[in-house]
C-alpha cells in the first residue's frame, strides 16, 4: 500500500521564477494538505483541498496557489519566488469523507531552495 | 501567546528510561492532539492522537490529555537511541481543516 509520495523530491530555483509540486496522497485517501516548513519550526498550514475544491486557506499570500485532481492528487504552485520560500514542502493526506480531524500522513517532502 | 507551544530541548534521556514531552495550547475550543515524530531531514511520522481526557497507550507510548490545564503530554517508555528525534505536537479545533504544530522538542536518547 503507497503512502503519500511527492515529488520532486528537491529543487533549486531562481527569484522570480515559478514551481509546482506535485502529491499523490495515500490509497482511500480523499483530502490533501499542503504545509510549509522552515529550518526548525513546525509546518504551517498553506491549504487543503477536498472534492477538488479549497476547503481553506492558512496565511499565505495568493502566490501560493493549489488544485486537486479527480483521482485525489494535488499539485501546489508558488509563482514569483522569494529566498524567503526556502524551505520544506510537505503533502499530508487523510480520509475525511465530509468529516473533519482525522489524522494527517504526510509524504517525505519537496525540499525547496531559492537562490 | 502562541497558540501552540513547546520546550524546544534539547531534551536529554538515558537510554532504558522513560521520555516525558511536554505541549500547552491555548484554544479551549482545541478538541483533537496528534503527535508526530520527525527525524532530521525527514517528514513527520504520526505516532499517537488522543480525543478525549486521560490517558491513551500505544506499545512504547503513552499520550495524555487534560483540557482543563490545556496540556497535552507525550510519555516514551523504556527509550531506545531510535527514539531520538524532534517531537511535534499538533492541535485541531472542530470546524477548522488545519493543524497547528508547535516548533517541536528535540529529544537524544543517550545509549
Known amino acids: 500500500d503507497a503512502g503519500v509520495t511527492q515529488s520532486p523530491t528537491h529543487l533549486i530555483k531562481t527569484r522570480g521564477q515559478q514551481v509546482t509540486l506535485r502529491c499523490s496522497p495515500k490509497s482511500g485517501h480523499d483530502t490533501v494538505s499542503w504545509y510549509q516548513q522552515a529550518l526548525g519550526q513546525g509546518p504551517q498550514f498553506i491549504f487543503q483541498?477536498?472534492?477538488?475544491?479549497?476547503?481553506q486557506r492558512g496565511n499565505f499570500p495568493d502566490r501560493f496557489s493549489g488544485h486537486q485532481f479527480p483521482n485525489y492528487s494535488s499539485e501546489l504552485n508558488v509563482n514569483a519566488l522569494l529566498l524567503g520560500d526556502s524551505a520544506l514542502y510537505l503533502c499530508a493526506s487523510s480520509y475525511t469523507g465530509g468529516r473533519h480531524n482525522s489524522p494527517l500522513h504526510f509524504g517525505n517532502g519537496t525540499r525547496l531552495t531559492v537562490t | 501567546q502562541k497558540e501552540v507551544e513547546q520546550n524546544s530541548g534539547p531534551l536529554s534521556v538515558p537510554e532504558g528510561a522513560i521520555a516525558s514531552l511536554n505541549c500547552t495550547y491555548s484554544?479551549?475550543?482545541?478538541?483533537?492532539f496528534f503527535w508526530y515524530r520527525q527525524y532530521s531531514g525527514k517528514s513527520p511520522e504520526l505516532i499517537m492522537f488522543i480525543y478525549s481526557n486521560g490517558d491513551k497507550e500505544d506499545g512504547r507510548f503513552t499520550a495524555q490529555l487534560n483540557k482543563a490545564s490545556q496540556y497535552v503530554s507525550l510519555l516514551i517508555r523504556d527509550s531506545q537511541p531510535s527514539d531520538s528525534a524532534t517531537y511535534l505536537c499538533?492541535?485541531?479545533?472542530?470546524?477548522?481543516?488545519?493543524?497547528?504544530f508547535g516548533t517541536g522538542t528535540r529529544l537524544t536518547i543517550i545509549p
Open positions: 483541498y477536498y472534492e477538488e475544491e479549497e476547503r
Open positions: 499538533a492541535v485541531n479545533i472542530p470546524g477548522n481543516e488545519k493543524l497547528t
Open positions: 484554544d479551549r475550543g482545541s478538541q483533537s
